[in-house]
């Protein structure tokens, strides 16, 4: 049962745009999102976070939004540079439930 | 660099050969996590120790599959009896106590022939 849903496999978008990655999850006990980025060869590597307490996230280029009602957080990438090309994952887990759901990612190529 | 190293990065193996892979975080994960992961899918959680307990183990972890971290710092995972199905990147994750993210190693792939 995929508990994060990642729909789009992939996305293009030109250097200096903004990249909007969306996923969905559909436990109601997820309290924690994260979204990871990964490069071919290598593990994930953490990106940004946010609790439900919050709706907003930023960390300089990046910023994940979070809509608990609609159970949907999005990642926003501005601007979105040649190095930003890799394979994004959102995650989730609760509270006291220390292990991460993973969606399937999106792969975000990022043309010059 | 996260501090999470594995070993071997790359191995393969003929069908039914047992192989072990080993993972070592930095002293301050005390917990510990074996994530597997295929081609076009994100990582499936396998296994998560909590210093040298092993806390929980995924339904998708079949008998064949164990993991240990016997002094609560370094853990190897085993796949007795390979199957061609196992053919996947092997991943490791670390994280302090109170913390929410993991902090993943590079990977161990394993190539079953």
């Known amino acids: 049962d995929q508990q994060v849903k990642q729909n789009s496999p992939s996305l293009s978008v030109q250097e200096g745009r903004i990249s909007i990655l969306n996923c969905d999850y559909t436990?109601?006990?997820?309290?924690?999102f994260l979204w990871y980025k990964k490069y071919p060869a290598e593990g994930p590597t953490f990106l940004i976070s946010i609790s439900s307490i919050k709706d907003k996230n930023e960390d300089g280029r990046f910023t994940v939004f979070l809509n608990k009602s609609a159970k949907h957080l999005s990642l926003h990438i501005v601007p979105s540079q040649p190095g930003d090309s890799a394979v994004y994952f959102c995650a989730a887990s609760g509270t006291n439930d220390y292990k991460l759901s993973f969606g399937a990612g999106t792969t975000v190529t990022v043309r010059a | 660099d996260t501090g999470v190293s594995q070993d071997p990065r790359h191995k393969i193996t003929k069908r039914g050969q047992n192989v072990t892979f080993r993972c070592d975080p930095i002293?301050?994960?005390?917990?510990l996590y074996w994530y597997r992961q295929t081609l076009g899918q994100g990582p499936e959680f396998l296994t998560y120790f909590q210093n040298e307990a092993q806390l929980e183990k995924s339904r998708l972890l079949s008998d064949r599959f164990s993991a240990e971290r016997p002094k609560g710092s370094f853990s190897t995972l085993e796949i007795q009896r390979t199957e061609q199905g196992d053919s996947a990147m092997y991943l490791c994750?670390?994280?302090?106590?109170?913390?929410?993210?993991?902090?993943f190693g590079e990977g161990s792939r394993l190539t079953v022939l």
């Open positions: 436990n109601s006990m997820f309290d924690y």
């Open positions: 994750a670390g994280a302090g106590l109170n913390t929410g993210e993991l902090f």
């Open positions: 002293s301050e994960h005390n917990r």
